[in-house]
């Protein structure tokens, strides 16, 4: 049914700002209406109806209910490392986008390091432990339906010692067998326009996602006279700007991590103006008003939202000060400029299990669809229902103890995760589906 007969039926005005992915719900006792403009929209209705149903079989109902309802945000998107930790199976991976999609975001990010099954490059990947193309065609094809754009994060500067250890890649490196790619090695472009040349091929979306964090080498080993000569940040901006010409022809956005520009502020100016800043701290903290002027009014920028590798991610960070680590980021940063918003999960470390990172990542979705300050305490209870199908907010209380942990385990120990994975499992009542599941996953 149209939005306007819809609207019509209901007596409800229509709002100017419905976009493609807005909807509307009618329930009464005589009908149930769900309408977008799109099929898009409608879809994200259906996701809402889904969260209205209480009671189970015979006893299920729906209550009546007016909704008009659109996003906030254009993209509300979760990367997911893949290289340092679990690798998820296929299957794992289209269990991640039915939840994604439930929870109305519409970007799944790779996070790559050497765990794309390249073959222009078999040697990187490890066999078993990496994407295929094949898979990445299957995964593409799944995510279209539950309207889920899937971007690939293949690193192009940092974070690739997994690569650069390699003999045949050695020679790339900043520093022997480092983890920086050499600005001054000519096989350095070569090896990203490989990958980018396959990736093109098997990511037919808008985004390409370079990376370029924590560039922590440069200017230690090759580029050093030419660092001293120029300075370190040109040598950055220089290295950014020569992949995005490397990756023009493919008609992408190109987003990056925004950290080691925040070091050089004077040369933000030389961020091409069609890159998409992925602006990011490594905690949480009261404002981050620094870091987001810093950028504001010269370059596009997302948000970007980062838990850290945590055996249970401490949901203590998310209240600070009595306002919300989501509600600062997402709220205050609807500003001109502002893309959208990239929650992140890493593992670091390895015992990261991305089944623990529910609640931060559903809380994110919420911040960008939702307008205006995120009612924490009401959410606690719809996420309760929306995953548990529990009624009040017992496992997320659940999951703020276990989050307490982390003070008192060191990270990293296999027995401390069999035990946080046993406790989780322990608070589990029968139909908490999504937790008690268990999941397969290959490792590397």
């Known amino acids: 049914m149209p939005v306007a007969q819809a609207l019509k039926l209901s007596g409800a005005e229509p709002a100017a700002t419905l976009n493609e992915e807005g909807y509307v719900i ?10 977008g403009n799109t099929a898009t929209g409608t879809f994200y209705g259906l996701q809402t109806l889904k969260q209205l149903v209480r009671g189970n079989g015979a006893t299920a109902f729906i209550p009546a209910v007016k909704i008009v309802d659109w996003p906030t945000m254009r993209w509300r998107g979760i990367s997911d490392d893949i ?3 679990p690798v998820p199976t296929v299957d794992y991976i289209k269990r991640q986008i039915r939840n994604l999609a439930f929870f109305k975001m519409n970007m799944h990010s790779f996070y790559m390091e050497h765990t794309f099954a390249s073959e222009t490059h078999p040697l990187i990947g490890p066999e078993g432990g990496s994407l295929t193309p094949a898979e990445i065609r299957e995964l593409v094809a799944y995510a279209r339906n539950y309207h889920v754009e899937l971007v690939p994060e293949q690193q192009t500067f940092g974070h690739l010692h997994k690569a650069l250890r ?6 790339l490196a900043e520093t022997p067998y480092g983890d920086v790619l050499s600005p001054q090695q000519p096989g350095s472009y070569k090896l990203v326009a490989d990958w980018y040349k396959e990736l093109n091929e098997l990511f037919p979306g808008q985004f390409f996602h370079i ?23 040109a040598v950055y901006f220089e290295h950014l700007n020569r992949v995005r010409d490397l990756l023009k022809p493919y008609n992408r956005r190109l987003m990056f991590w925004g950290d080691i520009a925040l070091n050089h502020p004077d040369l933000i100016g030389n961020i091409p103006k069609d890159m998409i800043v992925m602006n990011w701290q490594y905690g949480a903290r009261d404002d981050f008003d620094a870091s ?14 980062s838990r850290r590798a945590h055996l249970e991610p401490d949901l203590s960070e998310y209240r600070l000060g009595g306002k919300e680590h989501h509600r600062i980021l997402c709220v205050t940063d609807r500003r001109p400029g502002a893309t959208g ?12 299990l991305f089944e623990m990172s529910w609640y931060p990542i559903a809380l994110g979705a919420a911040a960008a669809w939702q307008e205006g300050a995120l009612d924490i305490s009401r959410f606690e209870q719809d996420f309760d229902w929306a995953f548990f199908r ?21 990270s990293g120990a296999t027995d401390e995760v069999v035990l946080a994975r046993s406790v ?12 008690a599941e268990r999941v397969t996953r290959k490792c590397v």
Request: glycine share 10%; charged share 30%; net charge negative.
């Open 166 to 171: 390699l003999e045949k890649y050695a020679e």
């Open 341 to 352: 918003m990239m929650n992140t999960t890493w593992d670091d470390d390895g015992e990261s």
């Open 390 to 410: 529990n009624d009040g907010d017992q496992f997320v209380k659940a999951e703020r103890a276990l989050g307490s942990v982390n003070a008192m385990l060191s």
């Open 424 to 435: 989780y499992h322990a608070v589990s009542k029968p139909g908490a589906a999504n937790f």
């Open 26 to 35: 009618v329930a009464n006792a005589d009908r149930v209406i769900v309408a």
């Open 211 to 233: 990376g370029e964090d924590e560039t922590f080498e440069l200017g230690e080993g090759q580029s050093r006279e030419v660092a001293k000569a120029k300075g370190v940040g």
């Open 83 to 85: 290289s340092r930790g």
């Open 292 to 305: 987001i002027k810093a950028f504001q009014g010269r370059r596009p920028r997302a948000i970007r939202l």
